[in-house]
């Protein structure tokens, strides 16, 4: 371990770290010497052998099972997410609850149960990968949009309940990523806006960011990184669009 990483000692848990997103945070972390765990229902045991870290094979939409948990981490990254994009009349209320929970319910619960030791210690760092959309909402997407906004009210006032205990609660906002998830969309997007799928891109997800390419996972796991190091202490309650421009608008 090289004690001068500024992770280095930290212990690190990612959700959703199997792909996309999540695993550039997880390389991320680790490359600043943090020991990171994986959480995710995916296999990750290549991620976690590749950044020397631990793998918690979990689903995260099974949520009863968190609540009497107790977790000893020093960086949580929330980052688990799924899409569904459909107009309200057609959405099934199954996967809008599940979406919740999800994105919110599984946060607060794994905040719930870092914040303790993070306590105990006078130190910690909740990041939570909100969405431009958790400040702009788009139509077809009422459970995504919905859960964003929860998770940014929820990051806040974690914000507001572990200052004085050295805990930061930050939310990072990308628009679209170049990631499975976004690329699992444009057969639903094309859908619902009734276009081909190779117009999705330039008529949908790009038309509101003034530059006009898709988010690299590496952009977004370098604020992370930041946001968790120890140059961040005075940053809490904010959120961080990474999003070419699109909430400047």
């Keep these: ?16 770290g199997a792909s996309g ?8 972390l680790a490359r600043l ?14 991620l976690a052998e590749e950044v020397e870290g631990k793998v918690w094979r979990v689903d995260l939409s099974e949520t009863a099972q968190f609540e009497s948990l107790r977790l000893d981490f020093d960086i949580l990254v929330n980052n688990a997410g799924i899409q569904r994009v459909a107009p309200i009349i057609d959405y099934e209320p199954a996967m809008f609850r599940k979406i ?5 319910e599984a946060p607060f619960l794994l905040i719930r149960a870092v914040l303790p030791g993070m306590y105990q210690r006078n130190w910690g760092r909740i990041i939570n990968m909100s969405s431009v959309h958790g ?13 964003k906004h929860a998770l940014e009210g929820l990051s806040k006032v974690t914000a507001l309940e572990g200052g004085e205990h050295g805990v930061t609660s930050n ?32 008529k949908v997800m790009l038309t509101e960011s003034a530059i006009k390419r898709l ?35």
Excluded at 33 to 46: M, P, R, S, W, Y
Excluded at 100 to 104: A, L, N, P, S, W
Excluded at 195 to 202: M, Q
């Design 171 to 202: 939310c990072v906002n990308p628009g679209y990523v170049r990631t499975p998830l976004v690329e699992a969309q444009i057969a639903d997007q094309a859908k619902a806006h009734g276009i081909p799928e190779s117009e999705v891109l330039a």
């Design 21 to 28: 997103i999540g695993a550039a945070v997880v390389r991320e």
């Design 100 to 104: 919740q929970r999800i994105m919110v």
């Design 135 to 147: 400040l702009r909402a788009s139509a077809f997407k009422s459970a995504y949009v919905t859960a």
């Design 215 to 249: 988010v690299e996972p590496e952009e977004v796991a370098s604020l992370v990184g930041w946001l968790a190091g120890p140059h961040a202490g005075m940053v809490t309650g904010a959120s961080y669009p990474v999003d070419g421009g699109w909430s400047a608008k």
């Design 1 to 16: 371990m090289d004690t001068a990483l500024p992770l280095s000692g930290r212990k690190a848990l990612v959700t959703g």
């Design 33 to 46: 010497g943090a020991t990171v765990t994986i959480a995710d229902l995916a296999e990750a045991t290549g």
